[in-house]
């Protein structure tokens, strides 16, 4: 995989994208943990995965939502967990993050769902010692 250059427009949208949906704390944090064995690999994530974000035919909402359940199918909890941050701390409701998990009780299985919903608690729970506000936690 090519090394990014000055001038690399996919490379810049991607990492545009992961800054906007991520957050320039947790991208920051993510890059000083690059490794030579591992900077082809976050580069051809940083073109592929999030040049997705880039494209014009979803908005971020949509896509954090279809992010979310995929997450939940494939059991992928600690990138569930990432992105349900992600999705909190930019201002998403943990109404849509619960209608999500009910979606997915029913198309991937309770177990799923729940397994996500204790993971959601133990979110909300963190990022409320940290003083982020949930938009619609009662």
């Not at 992961?18 to 320039?24: A, F, H, S, T, W």
């Not at 619960?98 to 996500?116: D, K, S, W």
């Amino acid at each position: 995989m090519a090394k990014k250059t000055k001038q690399d427009p996919v490379y810049d949208a991607g990492m545009k994208a992961r800054r906007r949906i991520l957050g320039d704390k947790y991208v920051d944090r993510a890059v000083k943990k690059i490794r030579p064995h591992t900077r082809d690999f976050q580069d051809y994530v940083v073109r592929s995965a999030w040049q997705v974000w880039a494209r014009p035919g979803l908005d971020d909402r949509t896509r954090r939502l279809l992010v979310l359940g995929t997450m939940v199918a494939i059991g992928r909890w600690e990138e569930f967990v990432m992105h349900a941050r992600a999705a909190l701390e930019a201002g998403m409701s943990i109404q849509d993050i619960e209608e999500v998990l009910i979606q997915q009780g029913i198309y991937c299985g309770v177990p799923a769902a729940n397994t996500a919903f204790h993971h959601i608690n133990d979110l909300i729970d963190a990022l409320t010692k940290e003083g982020v506000k949930i938009k619609g936690l009662k």
